[in-house]
């Protein structure tokens, strides 16, 4: 098999033809880096690759299955890694300046076990700075490009995975999902993104931007490949203390279950608050089209209204600067990370923080400090930050009671496809909106996931966003699966093989 075909198989085929023999990790895993070798330099979605390692992993894996030792089922297909998240002994940024140059001296829960799974990590992929974007042009170390359209932005924060994963240089990659920084990427680039249920899957080696909503997840190409990495990913970690004290519901089952097309007697809910003014034609229009297909695979569809939707996105732009904060309030210069001495006076504690903070900071990041510390100050905690919690309780009542409904919800990931590279730079309101129906899952700590469901009238692909009650990840998979089989049906292949090679080196 060519490299080229091996980089083109989904993490579930690779890992079989890896299981029966075919071929080995070490293959595999070389035919990604050279795959990242030859079109990354046009796309950036890595920051760090670290082939040593990655090929090290690789040969203890196929070592151990000579051997004829018990391997997990993913074992030997590498992944991608967001660089939000602590790897031992490789840089980790957070897409910042002033984390640049940082080896941590421990792993994330997260990246223990996918060694202990025996994924071999390929490298660290861009990100807007601490997460803190819709489009990746907020990482300090440039732009990540779309692979479907390299003048355009590959979603945000996470565009440096989600474009991994689309352009064939990492058949899985992790990210993290703030306000859909995994599900908003997902949908511009036809990949499949899923954000876990809060405490789903640990936050221990995160590093925080708002820990009330940030959430690690998969990113991959199909939904069973998404429920496989999810698998090895979540579960109870006495380390974090939001961690879900639970099993995981039976992910792959619930994919393999889908997969038939069936979804006879599940209600699917569809929210009047997540469409409509400020959604592109051809997003509508996919959406109105997958409807139809559920429908036509026995769901029942029923409309349900969340009235309080409407106001998440100005709660949500209250509580993550507040947290935010207060997180990012250790990077100081004194402890790790840049440190910078002023240049106009003695170096107390006061100036030397001053003087780091201004330099390893970008714009986006301070803007939302000084929003967040604003409304944490004395005389608007109450005005601002206390409003906007009270907000996020009546979303999650809104939650209930379309739960009570309907066992999923859906609506458009995303209301427009990919837009080009700084052309909303200069307007943060109209980049946050980016982000409308993403956010009300993050408030409610309930799971979603994106699923490619097309291309729009300017032939770049959109999503269609699946909502499950919290706890009930698997029904995301189910249905997720059952509409991913039902559209390639209709294609007659996965979406992504209808996006523009790209150039090689």
């Known amino acids: 098999m060519s490299a080229t075909d091996l980089t083109r198989l989904t993490a579930a085929d690779l890992a079989g033809r890896l299981a029966a023999g075919e071929v080995s990790s070490v293959e595999a895993t070389q035919a990604h880096l050279d795959r990242i070798a030859a079109v990354d330099g046009a796309v950036h979605a890595f920051l760090h690759v670290d082939a040593e390692g990655a090929l090290a992993t690789a040969r203890d894996v196929d070592a151990r299955r000579a051997a004829g030792e018990d391997l997990h089922a993913l074992a030997g297909v590498p992944i991608a890694v967001k660089d939000i998240v602590v790897t031992r002994g490789l840089p980790t940024t ?10 941590p001296p421990y792993d994330a829960t997260i990246t223990t076990r996918l060694r202990e799974a025996g994924l071999p990590i390929l490298g660290k992929t861009n990100m807007d700075e601490f997460a803190m974007g819709s489009s990746t042009e907020h990482s300090a170390f440039g732009n990540t490009h779309n692979p479907w359209d390299l003048d355009r932005i590959p979603g945000g924060s996470g565009g440096g995975s989600a474009a991994a994963v689309a352009a064939y240089e990492a058949p ?3 990210g993290t999902d703030t306000g859909g920084s995994i599900r908003q990427p997902g949908a511009v680039t036809g990949t499949v993104g899923v954000k876990p249920t809060y405490g789903g899957v640990s ?15 998969p990113v ?39 997969a038939s097309g069936d979804l006879t007697g599940v209600r699917v809910g569809v929210v009047t608050e997540l469409g ?23 769901a029942e569809i029923v409309e349900v209204s969340c009235p309080h939707f409407t106001y998440a996105l100005g709660a949500y732009y209250l509580i993550l600067p507040s947290e935010a904060s207060s997180n990012l309030a250790k990077f100081d210069g004194m402890r790790f990370g840049l440190r910078v001495e002023p240049t106009d006076g003695p170096a107390t504690a006061e100036r030397v923080m001053a003087a780091t903070r201004g330099a390893g900071f970008g714009d986006e990041v301070k803007r939302r400090i000084i929003l967040g510390t604003y409304a944490l100050s004395a005389g608007y905690y109450d005005a601002y930050y206390g409003s906007a919690q009270k907000v996020r309780t009546l979303i999650q009542r809104d939650f209930a009671a379309a739960f009570a409904q309907a066992d999923v919800l859906v609506s458009p990931t995303a209301p427009t496809t990919a837009f080009r590279l700084g052309e909303k730079l200069d307007d943060p309101l ?8 993403t956010i009300p899952a993050n408030l409610a700590g309930v799971p979603g996931m994106s699923v490619p469901n097309g291309l729009s009238d300017d032939g770049l692909p ?30 007659g292949a996965p979406l992504l093989s209808r996006a523009p090679e790209l150039e090689t080196a």
């Open 203 to 217: 936050r221990y080696g995160l590093i925080a931007l708002a820990s009330s909503l940030d959430q690690a997840g």
């Open 430 to 437: 109209a980049m946050y909106l980016n982000d409308v129906a």
């Open 94 to 103: 957070a897409g910042s300046r002033i984390l640049e140059g940082w080896l």
């Open 462 to 491: 959109v999503g269609l966003q699946i909502l499950a009650p919290a706890k009930a990840d698997d029904r995301l998979y189910r249905v997720g699966a059952a509409l991913e089989t039902l559209l390639e049906k209709t294609w």
């Open 220 to 258: 991959t190409r199909t939904v069973l490949d998404s429920a496989l990495l999810h698998e090895v990913i979540g579960g109870h970690d006495p380390r974090d203390s939001t961690s879900i004290p639970e099993p995981l519901p039976a992910l792959v089952d619930a994919a393999r279950r889908g």
């Open 172 to 174: 899985l990659a992790i």
């Open 276 to 298: 409509g003014e400020g959604y592109q034609a051809g997003v509508r229009a996919r959406f109105e089209e997958s409807l139809e297909l559920l429908r036509g695979a026995g």
